[in-house]
């Protein structure tokens, strides 16, 4: 299992994010604690200085594992199923804005939040639909330049559309792309999902990214999610992939993104104990 953590810049207003501020201070702190690689929460991925985001990465030797598309949908509103064509037009160039970045860090691209939610009634077939197109046509762009599209499951609270891991695979079969599979975020499945391993098992191979926060969205180990059992049925379904925090600041910004990473392999190599 390898490590990653998310940064963002100062002015992100999503509060799950434990590293925030200057990326290249916090690049070298990553690697000075130990992870093996970053995911980034970007607003503009064109206005991102590539080859010297480049260059930092090189440095330190960290994997860029992943691009977040969130902050588009909670500061400018993108959306996959807004209900005008023009935003949906948008939401679709900036997905490829992401895309394209993701092809110089050879990242995966997170839907998440931007697909936007699902109204009642009559106009949810409609709305379904353009969310598929949306993610067809990302998906489409993103293929041929060797980017896979992951889309993440998000609780209740957030969104209603996709909601469990099962609902989103049976979302994924209808896109059906080679290059989309699921982001499991263990915050969310701890709301949602009746079993957090069987959801892992019900995922598997189609499993291409983990977001890890504990029960509390607090660093990993300072809630009661299990992350030993989780990282037991990781093994038990051949996922030997980056597992990212994803955290909020808790239970203070400094020593969060240490007490994630020590929490986590502690819980790794009791589970390689216990497995082996
Ligand atoms: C994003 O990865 C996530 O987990 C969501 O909670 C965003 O709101
Ligand atoms: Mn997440």
Redesign the pocket.
């Known amino acids: 299992m390898k490590f990653s953590i998310m940064l963002t810049t100062a002015d992100n207003p999503?509060a799950?994010i434990a590293m925030r501020g200057n990326i290249e201070e916090n690049l070298r702190q990553v690697k000075q604690l130990g992870y093996e690689g970053v995911e980034f929460s970007f607003l503009h991925p064109k206005s991102v200085d590539q080859t010297r985001l480049q260059s930092v990465l090189e440095k330190y030797a960290l994997r860029a594992v992943a691009l977040?598309t969130?902050r588009a949908w909670g500061e400018e509103g993108l959306s996959l199923t807004n209900p005008d064509s023009a935003i949906r037009r948008n939401t679709n160039a900036r997905i490829k804005e992401y895309v394209n970045l993701a092809t110089v860090f050879n990242s995966l691209v997170?839907l998440?939040?931007i697909r936007g939610r699902i109204p009642g009634g009559s106009r949810s077939k409609i709305v379904r639909k353009w969310a598929l197109e949306g993610i067809r046509r990302a998906s489409d762009w993103a293929g041929p330049l060797g980017v896979r599209i992951v889309i993440?499951p998000?609780n209740r609270y957030?969104t209603n559309f996709l909601n469990t891991i099962e609902e989103t695979l049976g979302f994924a079969e209808e896109v059906a792309r080679s290059n989309v599979g699921i982001l499991a975020?263990t915050?969310?499945m701890n709301i949602e999902e009746a079993s957090i391993s069987d959801a892992f098992r019900k995922a598997g191979l189609h499993l291409l990214h983990v977001?890890v926060a504990d029960n509390n969205r607090w660093a990993p180990g300072c809630g009661h999610l299990d992350f030993r059992a989780i990282f037991n049925t990781l093994r038990s379904i051949g996922y030997s992939d980056f597992v990212s925090v994803?955290c909020l600041p808790k239970p203070d910004p400094v020593s969060c993104p240490r007490i994630a990473l020590a929490s986590l392999r502690k819980a790794a190599a009791a589970s390689k104990r216990s497995t082996a």
Do not use: K, M, R, V
């Open positions: 999503f799950a977040a969130g997170i998440g939040l993440e998000i957030e975020d915050f969310h977001h994803e």
